[in-house]
């Protein structure tokens, strides 16, 4: 099974600044790697597919980059609305396999 | 307005059975693999099960496989899950979610979750 390492775990940051968020797998996924956002008490929202293809309607301040095994998820300036948990999963092999996300909160 | 709507879940006893369903709205049901992914309390998400289109295709967690059935009645625009010999691993909240398209894996619309608990 392709093992997803998220780091850092938690990432504390004021509204404004620049986040980055990182996923490790533990082979080699070409691009199929897909980014959530999960805000508490609500179901996961789709923010990234294929590595770097924002899906519909998500702002352009989130990106995501990367190939191989080592990509990234970027906010540019966070929003008060960005403070969540962030998930990113693979669709390379079965199983699909999520990482242990990484909280943004607020410094 | 895409919608899905999870219904089926509850509190069960170590080895009972559960069908949870999902009602899906405002999109071609046929047209999109489906999957169930699951979250246990205060934990990540866990994937657990997708099926393709036509139905004929499922794929399986083996934390879950010999013991839940996906399947799909497109008739009807309802995914189900049915989960047999529960344990208490098994307590967490069951998202049903919509793929992009047919097999891409990606998952673009949620549902909001039902709640399973095995417990005695």
């Known amino acids: 099974e392709i093992v997803l390492t998220q780091s850092p775990a938690t990432l504390s940051l004021s509204p404004g600044e620049r986040a980055t968020l990182s996923c490790r797998a533990s082979q080699h996924i070409i691009t199929y790697l897909v980014w959530y956002q999960q805000k508490p008490g609500q179901a996961p929202r789709l923010l990234i597919s294929?590595?770097?293809n924002r899906a519909t309607g998500i702002p352009a301040r989130f990106s995501g980059s990367g190939s191989g095994t080592d990509f990234t998820l970027t906010i540019s300036s966070l929003e008060p609305e960005d403070f969540a948990v962030y998930y990113c999963?693979?669709?390379?092999?079965?199983?699909?396999?999520f990482g242990k996300g990484t909280k943004v909160e607020i410094k | 307005e895409v919608q899905l709507l999870e219904s089926g879940g509850g509190l069960v006893q170590p080895g009972g059975s559960l069908r949870l369903s999902c009602a899906a709205s405002g999109f071609t049901f046929n047209n999109y693999a489906m999957t169930w992914v699951r979250q246990a309390p205060g934990k990540g998400l866990e994937w657990v099960s997708c099926?393709?289109?036509?139905?004929?295709?499922?794929t399986y967690a083996d934390s879950v496989k010999g013991r839940f059935t996906m399947s799909r009645d497109n008739s009807k625009n309802t995914l189900y899950l049915q989960m047999n010999n529960l344990r208490a691993e098994d307590t967490a909240v069951y998202y049903c979610a919509k793929d992009i398209g047919d097999l891409r894996w990606n998952f673009d619309v949620w549902g909001r979750g039902t709640l399973v608990t095995v417990s005695s």
């Open positions: 294929d590595a770097s």
């Open positions: 999963q693979q669709r390379s092999k079965w199983p699909l396999t």
């Open positions: 099926i393709a289109t036509s139905a004929g295709s499922t």
